[in-house]
């Protein structure tokens, strides 16, 4: 089972940009599906992007296609999400959350690690 710590997150005013880092410790994380998810104040958490093991395939939420991009260096055991032109709504708790040999990018209770989160708060 992995460990994960995320990062990164801050105020912002609308437009503008930020990386949130997902580090792991453990074992094998280059075999685990990685998730980025967000729960906003009232509101259920929600898949926001994935990546599969091998960084081949990746997976976005409508609302942030186009904006957010999803990687990964499995050598540093290190997932992000970069956002950019950030909207009010993206305000929330952001987190990541693994699983190992399952594709189901957007369900959260498929994954079986999560971290503490990292908040995100886009404001003027």
């Known amino acids: 089972q992995l460990t994960l710590v995320e990062s990164g997150g801050d105020l912002v005013q609308p437009g503008g940009s930020l990386k949130l880092s997902c580090v792991a410790t453990g074992w094998f994380f280059s075999r685990y599906t990685v998730g980025w998810f967000r729960q906003a104040p009232g509101k259920e958490r929600e898949g926001v992007a994935a990546?599969?093991?091998?960084?081949?395939?990746?997976a976005y939420a409508d609302s942030v296609k186009g904006r957010f991009t999803i990687s990964r260096d499995n050598f540093k055991s290190t997932a992000w999400l970069e956002m950019n032109n950030l909207r009010p709504e993206d305000t929330g708790v952001y987190y990541c959350?693994?699983?190992?040999?399952?594709?189901?990018?957007?369900?959260?209770?498929?994954?079986?690690?999560w971290g503490k989160g990292t908040q995100v708060t886009v404001s003027s």
């Open positions: 990546i599969t093991d091998g960084g081949g395939s990746t």
């Open positions: 959350a693994t699983v190992r040999g399952v594709w189901d990018p957007f369900t959260a209770r498929s994954y079986t690690a």
